[in-house]
């Protein structure tokens, strides 16, 4: 019988341990001999007293970049895992603790990724059942000094978390699996002798958590006692009013996906708007008081800059997931199918469809923002639809309610320029929120007459955010892009929630042009090969250019009953870009194209004779056309399907478009 062979690798040297090679930068080499390997070898002293005082040191110590780098380049997380982590001193392990919490702070997600596979989740469990949820010695029984110790632990492990939650979905999904981790988050919130910074800090992990967390969110909610405990602490206040509703809606997002739905009574972001509102109002108030440095010695958590971004975001989310549900309670947006061969009212009905008139009882009661509760029920009935369940009605009526009648008015305050000037970051999450109230709200069919009293509020918000937010910003004629962006979205979803008609100043419409023209100078997706995954995002960049959404904005403006001046001059703007191909980019051709099919759709608009055929648009079209065809196939569907797909139908309905408008003149 033979032998069996000798592990050799016992002989191998361990590569963990091979001497890393100095930097050849002499400024990095010379930190490194004096800072970095003294107190690496301190931290592994056998001297208990040199390690607590090293770690304590390096916590300190990684805030600085380039002494980061040199201590990852000397191996500290293997140091830490193996070593400081499980340290005889309580004192060792919550500094080697609070080193781990600020690596993963300053460093990138990737170093999150590294730790999770280095499993890092195992010593946190570890953590957690020994020293800060132990059953033998709970923290309330502890002596003071030993209590602040456990707290600053619990404060290091708990950013850890979110660090790790916010790096990767992978991750996310381990610790959710958790229970160990879960019941310690919940654990700290309804402890009520723990440090409010302390609650929230794990009430920022548990939103890191739940966002987009189907089974997390059932989890909580199948804990009847946490999704109460939740709902409390949002009617608290300040910092942990908004992290707790930020919390709720993950929530309450994650069940109204579930084609289930929940049994949770009143379980919608109705309950939210109110303290979201009431937020947004008093941290607006403190900051502008305080000017555009919100902090004024409240902590990071508490600054009501800090605090006005989050509830400006929430909100964001809110007018997101409700147009989502407004859709799938409707059924998907029918897609414009194109001009077919039918007789000429049934064509020239699909062309209108979206283009019916306001109501004009609705325009000139626009100021009067009053609604009785029936009216309010009689809406949403409309924008539900009849299929829905009463309680599930019930819930996304009142959210609809209270993101127009009450938080719109409070974001514009927000957002409109001031002379306090809140903060760039506060100043874009208020767009953010704006933005996507606007596209919400452009997102319901306002041509049923139920619709009438939501119409009537909406119709003077809309014109109020254009005089408030938008007309401010294009007679400043920035050179800031991302505000030219942001603003010209807005604009675009305001006019088409009310079908363009909006009074505008001298020659608003002009500033359009302008910054259609300003953006032809920024710099667009390069032609190089594109990973299938990534396609879709490649696509998202064309249709959300600044250029594509300056078009949109010039097309609801000219819209029927816009005055045949500014149609013609829009008419004329978007002829000039088609005959422009191929230099004007595909986006730009679907988007204008579009807005044409939409201004001329109907002989019956004043404009249609003086305009479109006194203009001779029908011939610049169709010398547009096979420009349009040999355009398409220059798109590769691999790089740009979206692209690709738009392109040809839009190709194909200008074709029939033509037919159209000839057939509707009798030639």
Excluded at 119 to 143: H, M, N, R, W, Y
Excluded at 316 to 337: D, M
């Amino acid at each position: 019988m033979g032998k069996l062979p000798r592990n050799r690798k016992k002989n191998r040297a361990d590569p963990t341990a091979k001497p890393v090679k100095p930097p050849s930068d002499p400024e990095l080499a010379a930190i490194r001999t004096s800072k970095i390997l003294p107190v690496l070898q301190d931290l592994q002293s056998a001297d208990q007293a040199k390690r607590s005082s090293a770690a304590t040191a390096i916590a300190n110590i990684v805030e600085d970049t380039k002494c980061r780098k040199l201590f990852l380049r000397e191996q500290i997380v293997r140091i830490l895992l193996e070593q400081t982590l499980t340290d005889a001193s309580m004192e060792t392990r919550i500094a080697g603790w609070g080193i781990m919490r600020n690596l993963a702070l300053e460093e990138e997600a990737d170093f999150c990724v590294h730790l999770y596979r280095q499993d890092i989740l195992t010593a946190i469990e570890g953590a957690v059942k020994s020293t800060i949820d132990s059953k033998d010695t709970p923290v309330s029984k502890l002596p003071k000094s030993q209590q602040d110790l456990v707290w600053n632990l619990t404060s290091s492990v708990v950013t850890l978390l979110t660090s790790l939650s916010e790096a990767d979905f992978e991750i996310v999904d381990a610790i959710s699996k958790l229970s160990t981790i879960i019941n310690f988050l919940f654990g700290l919130l309804s402890f009520d002798d723990a440090p409010t910074g302390i609650q929230n800090e794990a009430l920022s992990c548990l939103a890191a958590l739940t966002e987009d967390n189907k089974a997390l969110a059932e989890f909580i909610t199948e804990q009847g006692d946490w999704l109460n405990l939740l709902v409390r602490l949002k009617d608290s206040g300040g910092f942990q009013a908004v992290a707790s509703c930020g919390v709720l809606h993950n929530i309450f997002s994650n069940m109204n996906t579930n084609e289930q739905g929940t049994s949770v009574k009143g379980a919608s972001d109705a309950i939210l708007l109110p303290k979201l509102v009431e937020t947004i109002q008093q941290a607006h108030d403190q900051t502008s008081n305080n000017g555009a440095n919100g902090a004024n010695g409240h902590t990071a958590h508490s600054s009501p800059d800090r605090i006005l971004q989050m509830a400006l975001e929430i909100t964001a989310s809110i007018a997101t997931s409700l147009q989502e549900a407004l859709e799938l309670a409707n059924g998907k947006e029918e897609e414009f199918e194109g001009f077919g061969d039918e007789a000429d009212d049934e064509v020239g009905d699909d062309i209108g469809e979206d283009e019916d008139d306001l109501d004009e009882a609705a325009m000139s009661d626009s100021d009067d923002p009053e609604m009785t509760q029936e009216e309010i029920e009689a809406d949403m009935d409309m924008v539900l639809g009849d299929d829905q369940d009463d309680e599930e009605t019930s819930d996304d009526q009142d959210t609809l309610h209270q993101l127009v009648r009450i938080a719109c008015p409070a974001v514009i305050m927000v957002a409109r320029p001031s002379q306090n000037m809140n903060s760039s970051e506060v100043q874009s999450q208020a767009l953010a929120a704006l933005n996507n109230i606007a596209w919400t709200v452009s997102s319901i069919d306002f041509s049923q007459s139920h619709l009438s009293s939501l119409q009537n509020i909406w119709t003077g918000l809309a014109q109020r955010i254009w005089d408030e937010v938008i007309s401010p910003v294009l007679s400043s004629n920035t050179a800031d892009i991302e505000l030219a962006t942001a603003i010209t979205s807005i604009a675009w979803a305001v006019c088409r929630s009310v079908q363009g008609r909006i009074t505008l100043r001298a020659d608003e419409h002009r500033k359009f042009m302008a910054l259609y023209h300003a953006s032809k100078n920024i710099a667009t997706p390069a032609e190089s090969p594109v990973a299938k995954k990534d396609a879709e995002n490649l696509d998202d960049t064309f249709f959300q250019a600044l250029g594509v959404k300056c078009i949109g904005v010039l097309g609801r403006l000219a819209l029927d009953p816009a005055p045949v001046e500014l149609n013609r001059e829009v008419g004329v703007f978007l002829m000039t870009l088609l005959s422009g191909i191929p230099e004007t980019p595909a986006a730009i051709v679907v988007e204008a194209l579009n807005e044409i099919f939409d201004i001329y759709a109907d002989k019956d608009f004043s404009f249609d004779e003086p305009v479109f055929w006194n203009n001779r648009f029908d011939k610049h079209l169709e010398e547009v056309l096979p420009k349009c065809k040999k355009m398409a196939k220059t798109i590769d569907k691999r790089k740009a399907p979206e692209l690709r797909s738009r392109v040809d139908e839009a190709v194909m309905n200008l074709a029939r478009f033509l037919k159209y408008k000839k057939s509707e003149k009798g030639t």
